[in-house]
């Protein structure tokens, strides 16, 4: 099985990177945000759980996430490979997917880090809007709704999550800046991690981003 995994803050364009990576490579696309904001939806044991820790922007403990991922990964559509975004967040999470692939004859192959200003994600995350019922991500400059408030394909409500709003989004980079470091240093040690810079800034977005990976991990 071929395992993916993508660093990046919150709102660094893991998301839109997944998407864009999942299609081009025919992998599972686990995003743990989106698996636990399902369990809430549907006030799961687990949701229930999890809820308190996501509206105050703190991450869930580990052995949480850790059998949630044992379970996704031993899904069929994980068959030929899984790209993972937004795990995993500490350096525990990091050792314990580890072993679930070992277990599984298997290792992290590649890694790819996105790097961008937290200026600009705070900027992103104030224009975000997400669609309540399909969860298509909107941004109200670069990707705005033909209609305001509604959702192009399903015609659903837009929402600002809860966790996007700044004073949560503040709190959460802190926690990824404190949190990242040492699964960065984990994987630079065992693995093949590929680093690149995003955003305005520095002029690249995302799908070039992708692009520029893509071709990174073909020549190899
Ligand atoms: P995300 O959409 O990836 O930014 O995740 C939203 C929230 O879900 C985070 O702020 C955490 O509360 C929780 N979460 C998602 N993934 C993880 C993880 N790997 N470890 C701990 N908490 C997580």
């Known amino acids: 099985m071929f395992c993916m995994v993508l660093l990046g803050a919150p709102g660094s364009g893991k998301g839109t990177a997944s998407?864009?990576?999942k299609e081009k490579l025919n992998l599972l696309h686990i995003s743990?945000?989106?698996?636990?904001?399902?369990?809430?939806?549907?006030?799961?044991t687990l949701g229930n759980e999890a809820k308190k820790y996501m509206d105050s922007g703190a991450l869930?403990?580990?052995e949480l996430i850790v059998n949630m991922v044992k379970e996704l990964l031993n899904k069929p559509e994980a068959k030929n490979g899984v790209i993972f975004d937004g795990f995993p967040r500490t350096l525990e999470q990091a050792e314990a997917l580890d072993k679930m692939l070992v277990e599984?004859?298997?290792?992290v192959d590649?890694?790819?880090k996105i790097d961008v200003?937290?200026?600009?994600?705070?900027?992103?995350?104030?224009?975000r809007r997400t669609c309540k019922d399909c969860k298509e991500i909107y941004s109200l400059d670069f990707n705005p709704p033909k209609q305001e408030g509604k959702c192009d394909i399903c015609n659903g409500e837009l929402v600002q999550r809860e966790d996007e709003k700044p004073e949560i989004v503040g709190k959460r980079l802190e926690i990824y800046k404190e949190q990242s470091d040492p699964v960065i240093e984990y994987y630079k040690k065992?693995?093949?991690l590929k680093e690149y810079k995003a955003g305005d800034e520095i002029g690249k977005n995302t799908k070039e981003v992708v692009d520029e990976?893509?071709?990174?991990?073909?020549g190899k």
């Open 19 to 21: 998407k864009i990576l």
């Open 32 to 44: 743990t945000g989106d698996v636990l904001r399902e369990n809430v939806k549907n006030e799961t």
């Open 60 to 62: 869930v403990p580990d």
């Open 104 to 107: 599984m004859g298997s290792k």
């Open 110 to 112: 590649v890694v790819l």
């Open 117 to 127: 200003p937290f200026e600009e994600i705070k900027k992103r995350m104030a224009n």
């Open 190 to 192: 065992t693995n093949d």
């Open 213 to 218: 990976f893509i071709r990174d991990i073909q």
